[in-house]
C-alpha cells in the first residue's frame, strides 16, 4: 500500500488513513453541517484509481505507486497527488456530488482543457487519461492529468515582500494575454464545449473567426453544467440546459425552467424574515417568475457600438483566484492556469468582472474607475512604523495592480473593456439571471425581488423607448418586502460580523481548527441577540432567524 498523506493549510502534511481520502477534512460548517460534508464525501476503488494511474503513466517506466498526497480540499473536488516508483508524479482529480452532473462536469471539463491548449495555445496541464463514466472500475468519473508546473500564486501573493511589484505586473499581463486569446474567438452559442462523440446528435463548433476543421469537427458545445441547473431534483428533470443561440433564449430559459421545477416540486415552506405564522407559497414564487419574464427586454444590453460585440459567446475561467494560477517559484513567470470544471460560454456581457487574483478588495484611495488617478502615500508616510507602512504598501499595491489591469485591458482588450466600462450597469441587467434558478431552493426570494425591482426602478434609462415599466410593485408588496428587507437586516449584521472578524464566509465554512473557538463566538453572539428581544414574539424571531445551525 502506498504511503498515504494529506496537505495541511500551512503546507506541511500529515499521515492520514485511506478512509480519509474519501472524506472532506478541510473545514467545518455552522450552518447544515451534515450535508455539506455529505455531498462532499466520494467513496470510489482505490486500487482501481491507481491501475488507471500507473497505466497512464506506463510509457514513463512507470510500475506502481509509492505516494498519495490528498491535496488541499476545494470545494467540488477530489485532487491526488500520485508519486510513482521512478519518481513520475501526476494528478487525480475526482468531482464531489456537490460538482454538479458528474459526466457532464468531467465530459466538458476535458473537452474545454484540450480546445484551450489546441485551439488557443493556453498553458494547462495535459490530461493524460480519464472517464466520464462512473461505470468504470474506479466507480467515479475521474480526470489524471500532468501535475501543474510551478507553486500556487497564492504562495507569494499576499505581500509585496514575497512577489515586488514588477513581477506582479508581469502575471497580470500574463492574465491579459489569457483574456486576449478567449475573448477573440466567439462562438456561435451559449453553452459547454464537449467533444462530439459525448453529445448525441451534436453539429461541429462555430466559432468566428472559423478555426481550422479539424478543430471544430472534434467539438460541439452542449449543456451548460452549471449547479443550478441539476442540483437535486432537477437533475432528473427534462430543463432546457442549452446550447442557446441568443441571450435572450438564455435568459428567459431559465425563469421557465424554475417554473417547471416549482410546479413539479414546491410545497409550502416557512420564511421567518417574512412571517412566524403565515407559509411562504409556491405560487408566490410563481408571480415573481412571472414579474421576471415581463422585465428581460432590459436583462440584455445594448450594442453601443456595431465594431466592438459584447453579445456573442464567450469562453471564460469560472474562477481566477491566486491559486488557480501556477508560477515558477524562481522567474515568478505563469506556468499553468488551472480549474477550469464547469467553463462555459455565455455572452460577454455575463462575464463583466475583475479576476479575484488581481481585484483590490476593502477602501480605496482613489475610485477604481478613475484611471487619471494613482493612490499614493499619505503625507505622514515617512513617519510611520515600518508595520504601518507595510500595510499600507500593500494596500497601495493591490489598488495599484487593479488599475493597472484595467488601463492594460483598455489598450490591449477592447472588446472586454468595452463591458468593463458598463460594469454598474451590467450588473442590474444581469443580477436577476444569478438569482432566477436558486431563489425558491435557497430560500433567496427576497434577493431576486430585490434584484427585480431594480430593474424596475431604472426601466427607463435601461429600455429606452419601450413604454412604461410592465411592473409597478403595490403598497403591500412595497410593505412586505421592506419588512423582510429590516429582518434581513438583524441578519445581515451578524454575518458580516462573522465575516469580518472571523474570516467566516456566508455559508458558514470555518477551517477545522479554528472552528470549536468560532463556535463558541457565535453561541455568544446568539444569546445576546435572543436575549436581547423585548417580548416572546422577538425572541421566538431571533432562534428562527438566527443563521448559524449545524
Not at 514588477?166 to 478567449?182: C, F, G, Q, T
Request: glycine fraction near 4%; charged fraction near 25%; charge should be negative.
Amino acid at each position: 500500500m502506498p504511503l498515504i498523506l494529506a496537505a495541511r493549510d500551512d503546507n506541511t502534511v500529515e499521515t492520514i488513513s485511506e478512509d480519509d481520502l474519501y472524506k472532506y477534512t478541510r473545514h467545518r460548517w455552522a450552518i447544515n453541517e451534515s450535508s455539506r460534508l455529505e455531498e462532499r464525501y466520494l467513496k470510489f476503488d482505490l486500487q482501481a484509481l491507481l491501475k488507471a494511474a500507473v497505466a497512464a503513466c506506463f510509457s514513463n517506466g512507470a510500475r506502481y505507486c509509492t505516494k498519495i498526497l490528498k491535496c488541499k480540499e476545494g470545494m467540488n473536488n477530489k485532487a491526488y497527488i500520485l508519486t510513482m516508483d521512478n519518481g513520475t508524479e501526476v494528478l487525480a482529480k475526482l468531482p464531489n456530488p456537490c460538482a454538479g452532473p458528474s459526466f457532464y462536469i468531467t465530459a466538458s471539463e476535458v473537452a474545454t482543457r484540450t480546445f484551450l491548449r489546441d485551439a488557443l495555445s493556453i498553458s494547462i496541464p495535459r490530461i493524460i487519461a480519464r472517464s466520464a463514466n462512473r461505470s468504470n472500475p474506479v466507480g467515479a468519473e475521474y480526470i489524471i492529468e500532468e501535475k501543474a508546473a510551478g507553486e500556487p500564486l497564492g504562495n507569494f501573493w499576499k505581500s509585496l515582500d514575497t512577489l515586488p511589484m514588477n513581477d506582479r505586473m508581469a502575471i497580470v499581463d500574463n492574465i491579459l494575454e489569457i483574456e486576449k486569446k478567449l475573448t477573440f474567438i466567439k462562438f456561435a452559442k451559449s453553452g459547454c464545449i464537449y467533444f462530439r462523440e459525448d453529445i448525441s446528435n451534436s453539429e461541429p463548433l462555430q466559432t468566428n473567426p472559423p478555426l481550422s476543421s479539424q478543430i471544430l469537427d472534434r467539438f460541439t458545445m452542449g449543456p451548460l453544467v452549471s449547479n443550478e441547473f441539476w442540483s437535486g431534483q432537477k437533475a432528473g428533470m427534462d430543463l432546457n440546459r442549452g446550447p442557446f443561440e441568443m441571450p435572450e433564449q438564455f435568459i428567459d430559459a431559465i425563469a421557465r425552467n424554475e417554473r417547471k421545477f416549482i410546479k413539479e416540486y414546491a410545497t409550502p415552506r416557512m420564511n421567518y424574515h417574512c412571517s412566524l405564522k403565515k407559509a411562504e407559497l409556491p405560487h408566490e414564487m410563481l408571480s415573481l417568475l412571472d414579474r421576471y419574464l415581463q422585465l428581460t427586454p432590459a436583462m440584455v444590453p445594448s450594442q453601443l457600438t456595431e465594431n466592438v460585440d459584447i453579445h456573442s459567446p464567450t469562453l471564460w475561467h469560472p474562477d481566477l483566484h491566486p491559486n488557480n494560477i501556477f508560477v515558477d517559484p524562481k522567474s515568478k513567470n505563469l506556468s499553468h492556469v488551472i480549474d477550469w470544471q464547469s467553463a462555459s460560454s455565455l455572452p460577454l456581457f455575463y462575464h463583466c468582472h475583475v479576476p479575484t487574483a488581481i481585484k483590490h478588495h476593502g477602501p480605496a484611495l482613489t475610485i477604481l474607475e478613475d484611471l487619471d488617478s494613482w493612490p499614493e502615500p499619505p503625507q505622514n508616510y515617512p513617519s510611520l512604523s515600518p508595520d504601518e507602512k507595510a500595510y499600507i504598501d500593500n494596500a497601495i499595491g493591490s489598488e495599484y495592480l487593479h488599475k493597472y489591469y484595467l488601463s492594460s485591458t483598455r489598450v490591449k482588450n477592447p472588446r472586454f473593456w468595452a463591458v468593463l466600462q458598463r460594469a454598474a450597469e451590467l450588473s442590474i441587467r444581469t443580477e436577476p439571471a444569478g438569482w432566477v434558478q436558486s431563489a425558491w431552493s435557497n430560500n433567496e426570494t427576497f434577493f431576486l425581488r430585490r434584484a427585480l425591482m431594480k430593474i424596475a426602478d431604472q426601466w427607463e434609462e435601461l429600455c429606452l423607448d419601450a413604454g412604461p415599466c410592465p411592473w409597478v410593485l403595490t403598497e403591500d408588496e412595497l410593505a412586505s418586502h421592506e419588512h423582510e428587507k429590516e429582518t434581513r437586516g438583524y441578519v445581515s449584521t451578524f454575518l458580516a460580523y462573522f465575516r469580518d472578524n472571523w474570516g467566516v464566509p456566508v455559508d458558514g465554512c470555518i477551517e477545522v481548527g479554528r472552528f470549536t473557538e468560532v463556535q463558541a463566538e457565535m453561541e455568544r453572539m446568539r444569546a445576546h441577540f435572543v436575549g436581547s428581544a423585548d417580548d416572546e414574539e422577538e425572541k421566538e424571531l431571533a432562534e428562527k432567524i438566527w443563521p448559524y445551525k449545524m
